[in-house]
């Protein structure tokens, strides 16, 4: 589920937060995602949740206009210390950033 979105995000992919928040990442995914790609994302999560190390993959999204666009996605934890000092995972967040050669290139990082 979508927690958060920056203006950034807003303006590469053409969704608003109101129609982002709340909702799925299959917002972005497109027609030619299939249930494999989808494990696949599940998987890097996963990792993620497992090893609290980043996850990083490039991977091709959609604009809100049906184009689409090559994005590297780094998938990483975000920490919160206890009143212990003891670490604990509290969400994954995950960061996009346009690669060059599939249209509308601009160097802006995103957060989804």
């Known amino acids: 589920m979508i927690i958060y979105v920056n203006a950034a995000w807003e303006n590469l992919c053409g969704y608003t937060k109101a129609e982002a928040v709340h909702g799925s990442l299959s917002l972005i995914q497109g027609p030619d995602w299939n249930r494999e790609q989808a494990e696949q ?3 890097m999560i996963q990792r993620v949740v497992e ?3 980043p996850q990083e993959t490039v991977l091709v999204n959609y604009y809100k206009s049906g184009r689409p666009f090559t994005n ?3 998938v990483g ?3 919160l210390k206890s009143k212990h000092s003891q670490e604990h995972l509290q969400f994954v967040v995950g960061i996009l950033e346009e690669v060059p050669g ?3 290139y601009s160097q802006r990082r995103v957060v989804a």
């Open 72 to 74: 590297h996605l780094t």
């Open 102 to 104: 599939a249209g509308n």
């Open 77 to 79: 934890p975000v920490h």
């Open 41 to 43: 994302m599940e998987q």
């Open 51 to 53: 090893t609290l190390q």
